[in-house]
């Protein structure tokens, strides 16, 4: 973060100093007390079940230099009336005061957090980098990004999520994109918006924010996200099997991460990335496609994409057992296109020995029980050997694998279940919405 004074920071936000207003803040600010770090700001934000305000001396005795709060606090502090708000306050001004900062934002409905990394990893040979940590990506985790950048920042690489119309050009005015990334629209969150229509709408808001002298990057093969070009007056660049970028001949190599063939101006490069899974080739196109537009060599980005490697956890995690059992750990989210691209990515290395242990797929709205049985057909027409499903929520996979399915009560069933049948030539997937916490299953997978 810059260094800025009590006082500053008071200005900015509209807040009042509590103590000293010459202390100065200039390390990132964090919701954490546990996390804080030695000059670095504590936001204490009054949660349903925690409250941030109680744990703001731990944070002063940690090394925090002040507290953002909305009430007094036995730490330096500023207290303003609304701190989410005062947060995204003081977020744009650090943005506004870096002038040699380049913002890419992206949105979609899966992808994000991949993509993210991948343009981070593609970025940073050319200059300090400072990317969304996991996918901090609400109207908390946006203003928390931005303030770990400081004068050295050269890229600023931000996942922004939605869960109402509106929440993309909220977080477009914390840090407004220089380059927007807008990668598919899915199902995720329909039963909070109601139609895919809708929430094309939220994403597009992306395209929209982006000034004239800026870059669009679309999936010119999701219908939804290529007509967004109308949208925006900046320059537009689409990725794909008919994109600007071209995505083509996708072969998976024997550990399922996929060789390809990227055109961009009339060359055509071979690539590789080394993550699991057919689709990264369309998020390679995208990451690559940003980069590009940032100045960086076609040749150079495809190089750079082969040595990329997982950042952000529970994300198509690979790990093999000592008995030689695989282990993929997605278990951080879960929506119909996520489940579908997983299901596919394992059984390509499954080889006839591809299980899944799924749970359930939330915020699915009106259909969520059929989205949840098209899983289960998926999984059994893909050939899985066995689907162990998690919870009542999901019993629709259950009904959709048929035979192959059973579905139990809770992690430690699931476990139990696959621990009696795994011989060590299988491929587990485990993935399920974050509030399944299906991790566990994972963990207990690969504890010796």
């Known amino acids: ?41 504590f936001v204490a934000i009054a949660g349903e079940h925690v409250d941030g305000h109680a744990y703001a001396a731990q944070a002063a005795a940690g090394g925090a230099a002040a507290v953002l709060a909305s009430r007094a606090v036995e730490a330096p502090s500023v207290v303003v009336d609304d701190v989410v708000t005062a947060l995204g306050r003081l977020a744009r001004h650090v943005v506004d ?61 931000v996942e922004m999520g939605a869960r109402s119309l509106g929440n993309i050009a909220e977080l477009c005015q914390i840090v407004p994109p220089d380059v927007g990334v807008v990668l598919n629209v899915g199902h995720a969150h329909i ?37 967004m070009a109308a949208r925006t007056e900046a320059a537009v660049v689409t990725f794909g099997e008919t994109g600007d970028m071209g995505v083509s001949d996708v072969q998976l190599d024997a550990t399922g991460c996929p060789r390809f063939a990227l055109t961009y101006d009339g060359r055509t490069v071979p690539a590789y990335v080394p993550l699991l899974g057919g689709y990264q080739a369309s998020n390679a196109a995208a990451a690559v496609a940003v980069a590009v537009m940032l100045g960086v060599d076609l040749t150079t980005a495809v190089e750079r994409l082969a040595t990329a490697q997982p950042r952000s956890p529970m994300r198509m995690e690979r790990h093999v057992r000592a008995d030689g059992v695989v282990v993929v750990n997605d278990a951080y989210n879960a929506n119909p296109e996520s489940m579908a691209a997983a299901l596919r990515a394992v059984a390509a290395i499954g080889e006839g020995q591809a299980v899944a242990v799924l749970g359930e797929m939330l915020e699915l709205g009106d259909g969520s029980h059929e989205a949840h049985v098209e899983v289960g057909r998926l999984a059994a027409d893909l050939g899985f050997s066995q689907v ?23 992690v430690d069933v699931a476990v139990r279940t696959l621990s009696a049948s795994l011989s060590g030539d299988e491929v587990v997937l485990v993935k399920a919405s974050r509030g399944g916490r299906l991790e566990r299953v994972a963990d207990a997978l690969l504890q010796p």
């Open 1 to 41: 973060m810059i260094p800025l004074t009590l006082a500053q920071i008071a200005a900015i936000t509209g807040g009042v100093v509590h103590g000293d207003g010459a202390i100065v803040v200039d390390a990132p600010a964090t919701l954490d007390s546990r996390a804080t770090e030695p000059g670095g700001l």
């Open 97 to 157: 005061e870096l002038e040699d900062v380049t913002v890419v934002a992206m949105t979609g409905s899966s992808g994000k957090t991949s993509v993210k990394d991948l343009v981070a990893h593609l970025l940073e040979p050319d200059g300090m980098t400072v990317a969304t940590a996991g996918n901090f990506n609400n109207e908390l985790g946006v203003p928390l990004t931005v303030l770990r950048a400081d004068e050295l920042t050269r890229y600023l690489v």
């Open 191 to 227: 039963g909070e918006f109601g139609s895919a229509e809708i929430i094309a709408r939220t994403k597009g808001e992306l395209a929209e924010a982006v000034e004239a002298d800026g870059v669009v990057v679309l999936n010119a093969d999701d219908p939804l996200v290529a007509a």
């Open 388 to 410: 162990v499903v998690v919870g009542e929520g999901a019993r629709g996979i259950a009904e959709g694998a048929g035979d192959i399915a059973v579905l139990v009560d809770d």
